[in-house]
């Protein structure tokens, strides 16, 4: 099983990231569990949204508190506290930066999403994606489009999906 947690400010869009990623593991085969963790006040407050993948069907309902990946989509959220596992934070600063400032000793990638983007949400899951090769790119764009397909027209939902697709291509 492998368990991921995003960290966001309320209105990033962490939940909607964590629901594409489910549903495009689903789409592949996958026992899926999403779900967000917030308080009653939801917009610019930290929340937590957190993704169970496995192949054999997941039989525990707690919130994850060891992630095999971490997923920060806002700068000002990167701390020590936050990060386990893989880390994947959307910032400006390299990786030996976020690292040297936390003290966080385990592996960092970093990907600037705000100059890919005005929401780094789903860019961000597209270099996840990439990094940890949990499901296919293909999968997650057509999830995408499905969540927001019948809410944007084909030109926004282009506007989209096509900083997936560089965010995807950025990632390292």
Known sequence: MIQIIFHALGGQGAKSAAD??????FAEGKEIQ?????????RRAPIRAYVRISDKKILTHEPIIRPDYTVI?????????????????NSSETADAIKKKTGYKGEVHVLD?????GFANLPMLAAFVK???????????????????RKM????????VDPMKKAYEMAK
Do not use: H, W
């Open 73 to 89: 989509i806002d700068p000002s959220m990167v701390s020590k506290d936050r990060m386990s596992g893989i880390c994947v934070v």
């Open 153 to 160: 027209n084909a030109e926004r939902l282009k506007q989209t």
């Open 131 to 149: 990094i940890s090769k949990t499901v296919k790119l293909e999968t997650v764009l057509k999830q995408t489009e499905v969540l927001f397909g």
């Open 34 to 42: 999403a779900f967000p963790d917030y308080g009653p006040e939801r």
């Open 113 to 117: 999403a705000n100059k890919i983007s």
């Open 20 to 25: 594409i990623l489910a549903e495009a593991a």
